[in-house]
């Protein structure tokens, strides 16, 4: 899971308004990130679903991540996300992209590392 937090941090943190825009988080010690918390689930989630549209991706993190996040309380309503401070929901188009990049990598060189090691 290294890969995809260096992935995120290159591509997404980088540009996160709570950055110093070289994807470190400037966020105060008491506050948590989303994505940075939840990523490996974030990736699994992405990786496993398999649809062309953007209301499954939120359907699912909503189901599976937003769900156990300490913010979101048992009716559903996260300030956070009302807010725009959700970083993993304000950037999840870009999170998506990384995680079907990465995804889209791993699959090509996996023929090609099985033809090598054989």
Request: hydrophobic share 40%.
């Amino acid at each position: 899971m290294e890969q995809s937090w260096d992935a995120l941090r290159a591509h997404v943190c980088r540009k996160c308004i709570d950055g110093d825009g070289r994807g470190n988080c400037r966020l105060a010690r008491e506050e948590s990130c989303a994505l940075q918390a939840f990523h490996p689930e974030v990736f699994s989630l992405i990786n496993a679903l398999e649809s062309d549209s953007y209301d499954a991706f939120v359907q699912a993190l909503r189901a599976r991540i937003c769900s156990v996040c300490e913010h979101q309380t048992p009716e559903g309503v996260c300030l956070k996300r009302q807010t725009l401070e959700c970083a993993l929901d304000r950037y999840y188009p870009l999170v998506i992209n990384v995680a079907e990049s990465l995804l889209a990598e791993t699959q090509a060189s996996s023929p090609l590392e099985a033809a090598l090691n054989p």
